[in-house]
């Protein structure tokens, strides 16, 4: 298979041995690891990571006690823009690591879990573009996008619907509660919410 | 923190941790999600850890019945940790569950540094209505900030020409017993109050003072009708003057503001309202004080004041409104020869808004006016124009049927015992319920006393009696959820019908089978305690109930006035605070073990 083969491919290039348990093939079952990055912008290239916020879920459980809330020191300074949307200011980067650390971080708190987020593809390029010159790898892990499995469940109730996919919207449907703030952590766990309440529920009216 | 965990804080127990906890809290809180019919504490198991609902419904049974139900924001598991007692109770999701989870040991931990956290879980249902109550005096003092200068509250002005003798302008003054005089000058006016007096007394021969406008105070401060009455407050204390008058948007003037009624509206409304009923000369006047009682009645509420004592300056003034109206409406004559009675809530002097009106009038034997029927439609009209709807079951005084001699009464109540059919035992309650509020009282004591005497020689008349208490189900015992109405009053409940009626009712019943004279629920259930057929665990129990009830739909009353709202006795779930639907859950609870103590005693349930 293709897949076996960049999976090997990219296990070769680890460069840093500490990583290896991202390749174990021993995946722990009903955990995975929910995550959420801020961002200064869409641009994959350009843009940079200023905060990641992850959780894992056991079985029925976000395990929010010990959630992981990274922030990034940034090389420039945050625009405007940015920080309107994500709140985070300049001065709010006080507590900030170097981003080699925050990846450190993140991969020894993943581990060869499974990853959920939602519109996760944009999220894991973005670590990508950080650990594959860190550490000559990209992520491993097997990823669960969340707002298709909210697709699936919605298409069975309406065939032939347009099914609107936005955040909030999935929130509203899945009668979660909506929060105002959109940290990575907050985001992260509302996913996470997200995730336990659509792997238990057959389809949504 | 999470904004979910912040969330959490405005709650209690919450609110009563600082911000260590939290770091505490968000270092221990798991997030959960269970499915519909997952069993999260057994009944009989062990409880390891304490739930706060995030979203869903969680219902606890106490064998098959259901004992609480947990919304947002609830907490459940608490007690029986502390307690280390297996439960006593099944917690079942009734509605998919999202909820976080404290671990016993920190929760432990948390009791522990936080006495009043701990104290929460073992609080009684009047523990939780102070808290409430502290919320809502924390809420809108502003109600009363907001109150603005009307003629109501305006002394009737003693206006002078500035060319009247001193003293026969000081001779207006004590004829009409007014505090201050105001003087017509050419252009504008001027005011004499007692500072101006003592001028006069002390200069009158040196500097040849006359004519009034000699010692008035000129110009005159005055504000507009409209004014915040606050700001006249200011602005009275500011230029230290005790009267001032007030002007309408043409420079007329419409009376004057006295500082003392000011200050009385500020920490009571009641006694102004109630010296202005006393000095009434008039229906109109009668009607225009009373029209301001609600005001009162809201910043009481807002001040945090209990509905029950509420209900009892109501009852007060009211009193004094009905003896008014009674002298200024009934010709002299009739006033030696009857009763007038007040009926229903208001006779128990548990009605705080006006609902509608309930009353009735006695005749003496032998006594029985032609033109009754004109006075009475004055009193009604009267009545109507103050704020009391018509009774939607006629029971006023224009309806012949409430308008009869003692013996006519009499007959009545030989035939409500005869038949007991629904309509009857609704006017036997009705007419038990009563209270003379004006007139003869010996007449309504007779009465009463035939209604013991041929209730206690019937055999079974009081048992049919209490069994309208069967027919209203509680919102907890019956339905599995909290809500029970649909339609229009979606995620209402009628608290009248589901839990009020029960005590009341119960009360009622007790009352008429031992005796009782008195007709206010809480004093039934004292004397139903000094009798012994009430514990003191019991009584206490319910009259905590009654003042949770009371309160929660004097509240929603309140609000649905604020909103221009048809005011019914639905409370709705929906928007209410925990603290609010513990209570609620509480009181709810407990009219319903009432009614199974009424149903037990009278054998209910052998009655067809």
């Not at chain 1, 550490?135 to 309406?158: C, H, R």
């Given at each position: ?107 020894f ?49 309406i ?7 936005r ?35 057959e389809?949504?009216? | ?59 606890s ?36 569950l ?51 200068v ?27 017993g ?77 009376g004057?503001l ?18 202005q ?26 001040k ?8 009892k ?15 200024l409406i ?15 809530s ?7 808004l ?11 034997d ?13 009193f009604?009209?009267?009545?109507e ?29 030989n ?76 995620n ?33 259930i ?56 513990d ?13 199974q ?12």
């Amino acid at each position: 298979m293709l897949s076996t083969f960049f999976r090997r491919q990219n296990e070769k290039s680890l460069k840093d041995e500490r990583f290896a348990p991202l390749f174990d093939k021993n995946v722990p079952k009903d955990e995975c690891v929910v995550f959420d990055t801020e961002t200064t912008g869409l641009d994959k290239r350009r843009d940079s990571i200023i905060s990641i916020g992850a959780v894992k879920v056991k079985q029925n459980k976000i395990l929010s006690n010990e959630a992981l809330n990274i922030l990034i020191k940034q090389d420039s300074l945050i625009n405007k823009e940015s920080i309107k949307i994500h709140m985070i200011r300049n001065c709010d980067l006080e507590a900030a690591v170097d981003i080699k650390e925050a990846m450190e971080e993140f991969l020894f708190f993943i581990g060869n879990r499974t990853l959920v987020g939602y519109y996760l593809e944009f999220d894991v390029a973005m670590i990508d573009k950080y650990i594959k010159p860190l550490f000559g790898i990209k992520l491993p892990n097997k990823q669960v996008e969340v707002s298709a499995m909210y697709y699936d469940k919605k298409i069975k109730f309406i065939p032939q619907g347009n099914i609107d996919l936005r955040f909030d919207t999935i929130l509203k449907n899945l009668c979660l509660p909506k929060l105002n703030s959109h940290d990575a952590l907050n985001d992260a766990i509302m996913t996470a919410m997200m995730y336990l309440k659509l792997k238990n529920i057959e389809k949504i009216k | 923190m999470t904004e979910l965990l912040k969330n959490l804080h405005p709650h209690p127990p919450f609110s009563l941790v600082d911000e260590k906890a939290f770091i505490l809290l968000e270092h221990s809180m798991q997030i959960a999600y269970y499915p519909d019919d997952t069993i999260l504490i057994d009944q009989g198991g062990v409880c390891d850890r304490v739930y706060i609902v995030i979203k869903g419904a969680v219902e606890s049974f106490r064998d098959e019945e259901v004992v609480n139900i947990y919304h947002e924001n609830d907490i459940f598991g608490g007690e029986e940790i502390l307690k280390e007692q297996p439960s006593k109770e099944r917690y079942l999701v009734t509605q998919e569950l999202i909820c976080y989870e404290l671990e016993k040991e920190p929760f432990l931990q948390l009791c522990e540094n936080y006495p009043s956290f701990k104290e929460y879980f073992f609080s009684s249902i009047i523990q939780k209505i102070e808290l409430i109550k502290q919320k809502k005096e924390f809420a809108s003092m502003s109600d009363i900030m907001l109150a603005r200068v009307e003629r109501s509250i305006l002394h009737k002005p003693c206006v002078v020409t500035h060319d009247m003798p001193i003293k026969e302008a000081l001779q207006i003054m004590q004829d009409q017993g007014v505090n201050s005089l105001l003087v017509k000058n050419i252009k504008g006016y001027g005011i004499v109050t007692d500072a101006d007096l003592r001028y006069f007394i002390l200069n009158e021969e040196r500097k040849n003072l006359k004519v009034i406008s000699d010692i008035q105070s000129y110009p005159i401060l005055s504000l507009r009708e409209g004014a915040y009455l606050f700001s006249a407050l200011l602005f009275m204390t500011k230029n230290s003057i005790k009267h001032m008058p007030i002007l309408d948007d043409e420079e007329n003037i419409l009376g004057s503001l006295e500082l003392i009624d000011i200050m009385s509206f500020f920490s009571n409304q009641s006694y102004l309202l109630s010296t202005q009923i006393d000095k009434a000369s008039s229906i109109e006047e009668v009607v225009d004080a009373a029209s301001r009682l609600d005001i009162m009645i809201s910043s009481l509420y807002t001040k945090g004041v209990k509905s029950r004592y509420i209900a009892k300056l109501v009852n007060e003034i009211n009193t004094k409104m009905y003896n008014k109206l009674f002298m200024l409406i009934f010709p002299e004559s009739w006033r030696s020869k009857m009763a007038l009675l007040l009926l229903g809530s208001e006779a128990r002097a548990e009605q705080i808004l006006r609902t509608d009106q309930d009353n009735a009038i006695i005749f003496e034997d032998g006594f029985e006016p032609k033109d009754a029927e004109e006075y009475c439609d004055i009193f009604y009209d009267t009545l109507e124009k103050i704020g009391y709807p018509r009774c939607a079951g006629n029971v006023m005084l224009t309806n012949p049927k409430w308008r009869q001699s003692l013996s006519g009464y009499k007959h009545a109540i030989n035939e409500w015992i005869d038949n007991p059919i629904q309509k009857n035992l609704i006017d036997m309650a009705t007419l038990f319920d009563s209270r003379v509020i004006a007139g003869r009282e010996d007449l309504h004591k007779i009465l009463i006393d035939y209604m013991f005497e041929s209730t206690a020689n019937s055999a079974n008349i009081i048992r049919y009696f209490a069994k309208p208490i069967e027919s209203f189900e509680s919102a907890l015992g019956l339905f599995s959820q909290f809500v029970t109405a649909t339609g229009e009053h979606k995620n209402e409940i009628d608290i009248k019908k589901t839990a009020l009626f029960l005590i009341v009712h119960g009360a009622r019943v007790l009352a008429l089978e031992n005796g009782i004279r008195t007709t206010n629920t809480y004093d039934r259930i004292k004397e139903l305690n000094n009798l012994g057929f009430l514990n003191r665990e019991d009584s206490r129990d319910i009259l905590q109930a009654l003042i949770a009830i009371n309160t929660l739909r004097l509240g929603a009353q309140l609000k649905k006035r604020e909103n221009g709202e048809h005011i019914d006795n639905y409370v709705s779930i929906e928007n209410m605070g925990k603290m609010d639907k513990d209570m609620l859950k509480d009181a709810l609870k407990t009219a319903e073990k009432f009614k199974q103590i009424v149903s037990y005693h009278f054998k209910l349930s052998s009655l067809g």
